[in-house]
């Protein structure tokens, strides 16, 4: 059963539970517009002097997955909101990002077989698809701008989570191509499926994957890429991988799967995460 918690830390590659908060910050038993199994792979975003979390709520009813909202003042106490966005089909991993003042997610959408990009109006509770940006059954996309365009990797296995591939254009809605060094990882379960948010640091540049060995959802390690540019591509592991682990007790006992760290206003470092108890 995957829950959601708090890191805090000096750094995003050294983090730990946030001493303020009780984590999980949020479990199934939260969600209370349709019922639960589990919440997972959470991202933030910093609105109106708000933090607004978007989720995947597993619902135990249709067995699919559906987004939901949480709000925070402070981001270590949160209330759930509602479900915000819904399909006839499973939905996780809902990527949120601003870009020129409008808030956009990139949920996984499986089954559709695409990449599909939807927009927030109004934020944070209506969501409306506004453009496919990559065709293929692509887990965990994973969007950034960096060098002047935009970037998508995704794991291009969803069901043995080996391969890696990245996408890139100049345009959010633009022309998207497949990188030439792709796929940039294949045959290695360790390295391969995305697990959070990309991160632009200046001129630094952070992925962080997840380690599916010997089961999924086992960690997080993190890769500094130290080449990107529209034929180029070199990564190296960060020496701090890896990111997060299974704690061996409590709620994340079993493993952890996604991370989502932002610099906040105190020069200190908060993220949303999940873990996972396995029976």
Not at 2 to 10: A, D, K, Q, R, V
Not at 76 to 104: C, M
Not at 114 to 135: E, I, M, Q
Request: net charge negative; aromatic share 14%; with cysteine.
């Amino acid at each position: 059963m995957w829950s959601i918690g708090i890191y805090t830390g000096e750094s995003p590659f050294k983090l730990a539970p946030a001493p303020e908060a009780r984590n999980p910050v949020l479990s199934w038993s939260a969600v209370s517009d349709v019922p639960a199994a589990f919440v997972a792979d959470p991202f933030m975003l910093w609105v109106n002097d708000n933090w607004y979390l978007f989720f995947e709520v597993m619902n135990s009813r249709s067995r699919k997955g559906e987004i939901g909202c949480a709000l925070s003042a402070d981001g270590l106490r949160w209330r759930y909101q509602q479900i915000v966005l819904a399909e006839p089909f499973h939905l996780s991993y809902p990527y949120v990002f601003t870009w020129q003042g409008e808030h956009y997610m990139i949920p996984e959408t499986l089954p559709c077989k695409a990449v599909r990009l939807y927009k927030a109006d109004p934020f944070p509770t209506n969501w409306s698809c506004v453009g496919t940006l990559v065709k293929g059954e692509l887990a965990d996309p994973s969007i950034f701008h960096f060098a002047g365009r935009w970037w998508l990797f995704a794991c291009a296995t969803p069901y043995q989570h080996d391969t890696l591939r990245l996408y890139f254009a100049a345009d959010l809605l633009g022309d998207w191509r497949e990188h030439p060094a792709s796929p940039i990882i294949e045959g290695d379960q360790r390295i391969a499926r995305p697990g959070g948010r990309v991160l632009v640091l200046d001129d630094r540049v952070i992925r962080f994957t997840q380690d599916c060995y010997p089961i999924y959802g086992t960690q997080i390690r993190a890769f500094e890429i130290s080449t990107l540019t529209p034929t180029s591509y070199r990564e190296q592991e960060l020496p701090e991988s890896p990111i997060l682990q299974a704690s061996g007790k409590g709620w994340n006992r079993s493993g952890m799967h996604t991370i989502d760290p932002h610099l906040t206003g105190s020069g200190q470092w908060l993220a949303c995460v999940d873990g996972v108890i396995r029976e």
